[in-house]
């Protein structure tokens, strides 16, 4: 019996080791991450796949009737984590994708999927990442801590708007509540439900897409949304 139990405590000890060793990997290049920042970038993909296989945050809905909004977005301005206000207006022509985001969440690792997309289509896609830290608390840093650790963790370059509540509230900020109120948007009455959950608006200011939290920013849907399905 002692040396059965032995056995099975050799093989967690080795499962152990080897599981911190994919993460270190995984982190090779990480800075000033939490150990519980670093394991959720490591299992991301297990994540998201386990989360796509139970359904879960992976909805997609879309305004097929393209209904125009009652109220422009264009109207309305960003306040970035720097103190700088940023005029919607100033997009006019680029498609615009608006995602709530947190630090320490297990789809924090999004960051990067963001950024390539981002990267990839700058010229045609505009994105802004609004922390909050309204899921699980899973955002507490500081506006210029968030900052730091998008930086030198994803190398994030999109801009990123001052921390800020995203859910149905007298506090949601008022691109989210235009987002998720068919009286401003025309149609979308779906607010996040969860951190990395993605509005698409088009060149014209009009909603055309909600993705739930687990649907990549690489992902075909979003990718055939945006027009580069490459």
């Given amino acids: 019996m002692f ?10 000890l080795l499962i152990v080791i080897a599981f911190w060793g994919y993460v270190e990997i995984v982190n090779r290049n ?6 519980r920042q670093k394991i959720l970038k490591a299992i991301y993909p297990l994540y998201t796949g386990f989360k796509k296989m139970t359904g879960k945050g992976n ?3 879309s305004n097929d009737k393209k209904v125009s909004p009652p109220s422009s977005l264009y109207d309305l301005s960003v306040t970035l984590n720097n103190g700088d206000f940023f005029q919607l207006s100033e997009l006019k022509g680029k498609k615009i994708l608006l995602v709530n985001t947190a630090s320490d969440c297990g789809y924090t690792a999004q960051y990067d999927d963001l950024q390539k997309l981002y990267e990839k289509n700058e010229e045609t896609l505009a994105i802004i990442g609004f922390p909050a830290n309204d899921f699980k608390q899973q955002e507490k840093g500081s506006d210029e801590e968030i900052a730091e ?3 030198i963790n994803y190398g994030v370059t999109f801009p990123l708007a001052k921390k800020s509540s995203v859910i149905k509230s ?25 951190n990395f959950s993605k509005y698409l608006v088009d060149e014209n200011g009009v909603l055309i897409n909600y993705f739930g939290p687990s649907v990549s920013p690489l992902s075909s849907d979003v990718m055939n949304a945006i027009g580069n399905n490459q």
């Fill in 3 to 12: 040396k059965k139990l032995r056995k099975i405590l050799i093989v967690i």
């Fill in 30 to 35: 990480s800075r000033n991450m939490s150990l």
């Fill in 59 to 61: 909805k997609v809905v």
């Fill in 149 to 151: 650790f998008c930086r």
């Fill in 170 to 194: 007298d506090n949601q900020n008022e691109i989210f509540k235009w987002l998720s109120d068919k009286n401003k948007n025309g149609w979308n009455d779906w607010a996040p439900s969860w």
